[in-house]
């Protein structure tokens, strides 16, 4: 928890609270635990084994350190608008798992999932279901084709929000290039409020231009221009991997963008916290970045922050030890997965080029070869002939499957989607199994991030 929020927590003389305590205090607690879908029973000021037991479970949510007293951390988090993403169904006789599916917007495979139920396992009336409730942030392509366009109509229908890529910076930190009308249209359909998102440009490096005061002008300036004629409600930066002796300068340009556009929702993607020798020479604040930002992306979905120099795919404890790292960093419910939904092709060490993932296919299909999954649930493909075969990297089923669940499990806030459009549409009914989404019409937080 941020130091400042706890300070004002204790600012306001709150007092620790625990089991056996009674008055008003411990009734604005059981409210705004039941707010956030934490049954306390009956609000009635007594602090009992319910509100006890609400109490915990919304520390291990919120991965705060579980011991059931309400502390200056626990009122920080109750205090900071943590949007609601709970919600606990009391089976009623009659109702069946197709009735509660329809009733939120969940495949009842998810609520099955979340709750440990068996296939055929039934319903027991009075039984309580926990539900969570996930933000799904699509990363929109520019130049999206007619088949991604209609794909992405149809599942987007539950997506929070989407970014729409075509934006990158220059040489001289300046906004070059533009998102196609489709996209908007798309948006506008969807209901997302419009974010745009701006990542590396050819010769331009966007952790630079904001590190360097001279290129951060520009780009400043070449915001606010957009934002007055586009009408932009945020920005989403695919910042990636934090270049060594950036980071600082990085932290203030973020810092200044804020001031700048103080209404304007705001994501920033990077890559997981360094470890071992390079976390001690890093530069870079995620605490900061946590304070800054609405929303903070682990950038797995870029290739360059997942691959290994050598084009390896990474463990599954590698993974789950990076989204450890990121949420011990950053509060876990402003952290969105990055999820690649497309896929790499490997030209040399360290030198990845992102493709969509029909392309991929079509070059195996071509070369009559079929991806082969590895030992880390990657898809993998080499296709062409001779000198001219290369070798592509795809996230299969199994590796969608596991990282929906460590978002889950690290209670993030959501999944970030990218690039969309251009995949096979089983990979969506994947992530629907294990996903419960925020529509966009019930998702109203800062710049639809």
């Keep these: 928890m941020e130091p400042v929020a706890i300070w004002m927590a204790l600012r306001g003389k709150r007092p620790s609270l625990r089991r056996g305590d009674e008055g008003e205090d411990v009734r604005e607690l059981q409210e705004k635990l039941a707010s956030f879908g934490y049954p306390v029973g009956e609000i009635d000021g007594r602090f009992g084994y319910l509100t006890e037991d609400a109490l915990m479970e919304f520390q291990r949510d919120h991965r705060l350190r579980v011991d059931g007293i309400a502390g200056p951390q626990v009122w920080a988090a109750l205090d900071a608008g943590v949007p609601r993403r709970r919600l606990v169904h009391e089976v009623k006789p009659g109702e069946r798992l197709a009735d509660l599916a329809d009733r939120y917007g ?70 070059e290039g533009a998102v196609d009308e489709g996209a908007r249209e798309l948006a506008r359909e969807g209901g997302w409020p419009p974010v745009a998102a701006l990542r590396h440009g050819e010769g331009g490096d966007l952790a630079g231009a904001l590190a360097s005061r001279r290129r951060r002008r520009r780009l400043l300036a070449s915001l606010k221009a957009l934002t007055e004629k586009e009408g932009w409600a945020g920005f989403l930066l695919d910042v990636g991997p934090v270049p060594l002796g950036r980071g600082a300068g990085l932290s203030a340009g973020l810092a200044q963008l804020r001031r700048a556009f103080p209404r304007l929702g705001l994501a920033v993607a990077v890559a997981p916290p360094p470890e071992g020798w390079r976390e001690l020479i890093s530069d870079f604040d995620y605490g900061k970045l946590s304070r800054l930002a609405d929303r903070v992306v682990l950038a797995l979905h870029r290739w360059d922050c997942l691959l290994s120099p050598s084009g390896e795919t990474p463990r599954r404890e590698r993974v789950e030890a990076w989204v450890a790292r990121m949420s011990r960093a950053v509060p876990p419910w402003k952290v969105l997965l990055g999820v690649p939904m497309g896929a790499c092709r490997i030209e040399g060490p360290g030198r990845f080029v992102e493709v969509g993932y029909r392309s991929a296919a079509a070059a195996g299909a071509a070369a009559r070869r079929r991806p082969e999954p590895d030992e880390n649930g990657f898809l993998r493909l080499k296709a062409g002939r001779g000198d001219a075969r290369a070798t592509f990297v795809m996230a299969g089923r199994d590796a969608l499957t596991r990282w929906a669940a460590l978002a889950f499990r690290y209670r993030l806030a959501g999944l970030y989607l990218h690039p969309v459009g251009q995949e096979d549409r089983r990979l969506w009914d994947v992530i629907w199994r294990r996903v419960w989404p925020a529509g966009a019409k019930s998702n109203r937080e800062p710049g639809g991030i």
């Design 106 to 175: 969940i495949s009842p495979d998810a609520i099955r999932w979340m709750n440990g139920m068996s296939r055929r396992g039934r319903l027991v009336p009075g039984k309580r279901l926990v539900l969570r409730r996930s933000s799904v942030v699509a990363g929109v392509p520019a130049g999206l084709d007619a088949v991604g366009r209609r794909t992405l109509a149809l599942e987007g229908k539950r997506l929070s929000a989407a970014a729409l890529y075509g934006l990158a910076i220059g040489r001289d930190g300046a906004v």
